[in-house]
């Protein structure tokens, strides 16, 4: 019910330019009796009275009286106009004033209760209101004490804004977007305030300040009629594009995966009607801890389930989903050349269950002098310096600063094909931390010791028998497990070490390791591949 209230204006107008103690008339603290008050003080002032404030900063200004309205307001040192509670006013001849607080209006009325002249207060927080005069589209800004000059710097507060979130059409193309967390794009604005007990949502500039503001007059069944900038024409808007021909369905390649750690897949999304006017959609993941996309790229994180979702940005509210399962596959098999094991390492390489030349785990296989692709058995080939092929120290070398065997040199690549090589040392160090390697004689019945090494992460191994290593004519066991690399030798003098020596595995029952040693010397080779 509106609520009639009368006051007396305490100025001629409602910008009043006043002289040094300035004295004005009126009932200011409601006695009955007239108070004569010097409105130059730095606060309304009762002369002889008890100093009285009228604002409470803080407290919703809508309420159903106008108790934070009343008072003294002011623009700058001089311009300023008054609200008491009395119930009488002069301004411009008006009688009374009507507070509407469901709406924020003030509305001045003449003694025949014609409205005389109105304004908006559009926000009023902090002893600071906004208003707009007669529903311009300007706002003038005024304190509840007397400022040096004019206030500015004031923040906004966000308030629940459920019902208008979204995005609001007024045709095919003009619209504007409400979000959850107080964002806009509605001219450029940075953020913007729904005051729902009054049904005004206010644009806010990157400084706070408000820059324009819309009226709700209604809104139901997903349209929302609005009074921009306290105009009396109302506007129309819907949650969906009137006259355009919206998204009907969604279509993905995909609606359920599964994937591996770090594997991708691509789908892809078929927006229909093909004519429709706005075909653009957008990717989420409902847990990008387990999976992410972008443009429809699904990236697989971690182990566990995500919901992959495409919607449609026109206001139809289509959407298709992809449920998508993390899982650690367990990437072993075979080809013709040997079996692969997956150890789960973070290399992400795949190792070969025997060595080359070999066709089971306990078979030492042949020897290799490193980037030779010609492997020989033991004690049938002299490996020493004048037979190697680097001999003339003509590649990996000082000079041409190669670190690791290119393809062409790689005896693992040349024997069984491209998607086999040698390891690396960053690939080998893999294997020595991630894995727990115990020692064994007799392995699986056999005359054969070694090491079998078990995957920490997925409990797969592979067995490494001590094949040991020829030098010269000479070939020596003894529990030696050695093994190439295709890296060469980083430690003490790094110009020295390019010219002499390469990367191996060394171990034997009682130690785990790498150390260096002449390249031209005949080592075993475990091979490995990329998943």
């Known amino acids: 019910?509106?609520?009639?209230?009368?006051?007396?204006?305490?100025?001629?107008?409602?910008?009043?330019?006043?002289?040094?103690?300035?004295?004005?008339?009126?009932?200011?603290?409601?006695?009955?009796?007239?108070?004569?008050?010097?409105?130059?003080?730095?606060?309304?002032?009762?002369?002889?009275?008890?100093?009285?404030?009228?604002?409470?900063?803080?407290?919703?200004?809508?309420?159903?009286?106008?108790?934070?309205?009343?008072?003294?307001w002011w623009l700058n040192k001089t311009d300023h106009f008054s609200l008491m509670a009395n119930g009488s006013t002069d301004y411009e001849g008006a009688a009374t004033y009507e507070f509407l607080p469901y709406q924020g209006r003030i509305r001045f009325i003449d003694a025949d209760g014609e409205t005389m002249s109105w304004m908006s207060v559009i926000k009023l927080a902090d002893g600071h209101m906004w208003c707009a005069l007669d529903g311009q589209s300007s706002l003038v800004a005024y304190t509840s004490t007397r400022p040096a000059a004019n206030i500015d710097g004031n923040k906004p507060f966000t308030v629940d804004n459920s019902l208008v979130a979204g995005i609001w059409w007024r045709n095919v193309n003009t619209h504007f977007s409400l979000a959850d967390d107080g964002k806009t794009d509605y001219d450029g604005a940075a953020t913007y305030e729904f005051y729902p007990y009054q049904g005004r949502i206010v644009y806010m500039n990157a400084n706070g300040e408000p820059v324009s503001w819309m009226t709700v007059a209604k809104l139901n069944n997903g349209r929302m009629w609005v009074a921009p900038n306290g105009q009396s024409s109302l506007i129309a808007y819907s949650t969906t594009r009137p006259d355009a021909k919206l998204v009907t369905s969604i279509q993905l390649t995909d609606t359920k995966l599964e994937l591996d750690i770090n594997e991708s897949k691509q789908v892809t999304a078929v927006v229909l009607p093909n004519d429709a006017d706005d075909k653009t959609i957008i990717w989420s993941s409902s847990n990008e801890s387990v999976a992410r996309v972008t443009n429809?790229?699904?990236?697989?994180?971690?182990?566990?389930?995500?919901?992959?979702?495409?919607?449609?940005?026109?206001?139809?509210?289509?959407?298709?989903?992809?449920?998508?399962?993390v899982i650690k596959k367990d990437h072993s098999g075979h080809d013709s050349n040997c079996e692969w094991v997956d150890l789960d390492l973070p290399g992400g390489v795949l190792w070969a269950a025997w060595n080359l030349g070999a066709t089971k785990p306990i078979d030492g296989g042949m020897y290799y002098a490193w980037g030779e692709t010609q492997g020989e058995y033991q004690n049938q080939y002299e490996f020493s310096y004048s037979n190697y092929k680097f001999n003339g120290h003509n590649k990996y070398n000082k000079e041409d600063r190669k670190e690791v065997l290119e393809a062409e040199d790689d005896a693992a690549t040349a024997v069984w094909g491209p998607n086999w090589r040698m390891p690396t040392r960053q690939e080998m160090?893999?294997?020595?931390?991630?894995?727990?390697?115990?020692?064994?004689?007799?392995?699986?019945?056999?005359?054969?010791?070694?090491?079998?090494?078990?995957?920490?992460?997925?409990?797969?191994?592979?067995?490494l028998s001590a094949a040991g290593y020829c030098s010269g004519r000479d070939f020596y066991n003894d529990n030696y497990v050695d093994y190439w690399t295709s890296s060469l030798n980083d430690e003490d003098d790094l110009y020295l070490e390019y010219y002499a020596y390469g990367t191996k595995l060394s171990c034997d029952e009682s130690h785990v390791g790498k150390s260096k040693t002449e390249r031209w010397r005949g080592l075993p080779i475990r091979a490995v591949r990329k998943k």
């Open 1 to 72: 019910m509106k609520k009639f209230i009368y006051i007396m204006l305490m100025a001629c107008g409602l910008f009043a330019t006043t002289a040094s103690a300035q004295i004005l008339k009126g009932d200011m603290n409601d006695d009955g009796e007239l108070d004569v008050i010097d409105i130059n003080a730095s606060s309304a002032t009762i002369l002889g009275q008890q100093e009285k404030q009228y604002i409470n900063p803080g407290v919703n200004p809508f309420t159903i009286d106008n108790s934070l309205v009343a008072g003294i």
């Open 296 to 325: 429809g790229n699904i990236h697989a994180v971690a182990v566990g389930t995500a919901t992959i979702t495409c919607s449609a940005t026109d206001g139809s509210g289509v959407e298709a989903t992809c449920e998508v399962k």
């Open 429 to 463: 160090n893999d294997l020595i931390n991630c894995c727990t390697w115990t020692w064994t004689t007799h392995y699986q019945g056999s005359d054969i010791n070694g090491y079998i090494v078990r995957s920490k992460s997925n409990g797969n191994y592979i067995f």
